[in-house]
């Protein structure tokens, strides 16, 4: 704005003190954005940590259901027992009351085999819209660290400019400074 101080001789009072009070605006304006920026950032980057730390929580259930309903399918296909498979136990029973319970112990497990599995499905569905809303609440967090960064400068250059004003009004020699305080007394009807 100003090449140097000595340029303020050459710029009337008045004039630079409108451009200070304006600067001054413009300064203070430039630093409530970068506030606000800032404090948007940081409700972004939580929302972004819940939700990496919701998703972790989410992998790890799926992996423990899917655990859970490989280890009861072993378990149903080797046999409870250990010596025959349910099918061949079937097969071999010795009455109609072993082969009941055999049948009823095989259609207990395929229901809890297939609540494991929709949970597992569940868990599934949840861990997609949970990485989708992450990436989602990254990008936005990529953008509003980029906005805070664009108003930091901006808020950085008002601040150098408000300085070069100020440095300006430093130079004033006595005389200037009278004749300023005459022209603030007449402005102000004193």
């Avoid at 499905?121 to 992450?134: G, V």
Wanted: net charge positive; hydrophobic share 40%.
């Amino acid at each position: 704005m100003f090449g140097d101080a000595s340029a303020a001789g050459d710029v009337p009072v008045s004039e630079l003190l409108t451009r200070m009070r304006d600067l001054y605006r413009r300064a203070e304006a430039a630093g409530e954005t970068h506030g606000a920026v800032e404090r948007e950032a940081a409700e972004r980057r939580g929302k972004v940590d819940r939700l990496q730390r919701e998703l972790a929580g989410t992998r790890v259930r799926l992996a423990e259901a899917r655990d859970e309903a490989g280890r009861l399918a072993r378990q149903h296909y080797r046999g409870s027992s250990g010596v025959l498979p349910p099918s061949l136990r079937l097969l071999f029973g010795r009455d109609e009351r072993e082969v009941r319970t055999v049948l009823e112990r095989g259609r207990a497990v395929e229901r809890v085999l297939g609540d494991r599995a929709a949970e597992a499905a569940r868990l599934s569905a949840e861990e997609r819209r949970l990485d989708r809303l992450a990436t989602r609440a990254r990008g936005a967090l990529d953008r509003q660290l980029t906005l805070a960064g664009d108003s930091g400068r901006r808020r950085d250059a008002a601040g150098r400019r408000l300085a070069e004003v100020e440095r300006a009004l430093a130079s004033l020699d006595d005389g200037e400074l009278a004749e300023l305080r005459l022209a603030e007394a007449a402005r102000h009807g004193r």
